[in-house]
């Protein structure tokens, strides 16, 4: 049998871990349609315009950040727990398996937005108007989703790097680096010009005023290939870093 990948076993762990967590997965997954549906029928009934893609948009993106990336934190809770821990890490499974089951629950999202636009596009009618359904996987979407496998990659490594407030310390991290990047990006630039600049994220765009005259200076969107080809790469690194975390425990 590979100690690797094993299809048998694997569907073994993933009906034990749905069997184990399905009391909290589902008490969450409506808590998430109900915030979902209460928000769209307010959208619905008290704003006088119709749900288009772009609304749709608005409405899937902050809340598809947010409770995908709650959602993640919490993917490894068990690990926090000295008597769930053990009995996790001695599972007859592969790291990798494990792995895995964690990374595919943690993306549950998706539907349940789907499901609560069908309700709501058909809650109302705008006549002689045809609304079009936000497609999350045609362009320009599909850049939500490259944003959010970073977003998901830094979550998912933190979901295993700390015991405890899993959530709240990822995004005080993140938010701190954040910070940190911003302000060595506008040093490093001012140094590089000569002048003082606004402050200046990495890849964000450089402004600054020149004799009463304010200046921009456009830079990479994360649009072009060589930024989305950056993202998915660090996603990538973090999520390797996450298997090998998770490798570490069980060791």
């Known amino acids: ?7 048998k076993r694997f569907g073994l762990l ?3 871990h749905c069997a184990e967590h399905y009391k909290t ?5 409506a808590v998430l349609l109900g915030v979902l549906l209460v928000g769209g029928c307010f959208m ?5 315009m119709p749900i288009d893609t772009q609304v749709q948009t608005v409405l899937f993106v902050p809340i598809y950040f947010l409770a995908g990336t709650i959602f993640t934190s919490t993917i490894f809770a068990d690990m926090s727990d000295k008597k769930k821990a053990v009995s996790t890490l001695m599972l007859p499974a592969s790291h990798f398996e494990k792995f895995l089951v964690g990374w595919l629950f943690s993306l549950v999202f998706l539907g349940s937005f789907y499901l609560i636009l069908t309700i709501l596009l058909n809650l109302r009618h705008w006549p002689n ?8 996987f045609a362009e320009p979407a599909t850049l939500i989703f490259i944003i959010y496998t970073l977003l998901h990659s830094i979550t998912f490594y933190g979901a295993i790097l700390f015991e405890r407030l899993h959530f709240i310390k990822v995004a005080f ?7 940190v990047a911003t302000e ?21 765009n450089l402004s600054f005023v020149d004799h009463s005259r304010f200046v921009a200076v456009r830079s990479v ?3 072009e290939p060589l930024v989305s080809y950056l993202i998915i790469g660090v996603a990538i690194i973090l999520w390797t870093a996450s298997y090998y975390r998770l490798k570490e425990k069980q060791v």
């Not at 997965?25 to 997954?29: D, E, T």
């Open 184 to 204: 060595l990006n506008t040093f490093f630039l001012e140094k590089l010009i000569g002048r003082e600049i606004r402050p200046t994220t990495p890849f964000g």
């Open 14 to 16: 993933f009906r034990k």
């Open 173 to 179: 991290c993140f938010f701190i680096t954040a910070v």
């Open 44 to 48: 619905v009934y008290l704003i006088e």
């Open 1 to 7: 049998m590979n100690n690797f990948f094993n299809s």
């Open 129 to 136: 108007m045809h609304i079009g359904v936000f497609n999350a």
């Open 221 to 223: 969107t994360i649009s």
């Open 25 to 29: 997965y589902l008490m969450a997954s």
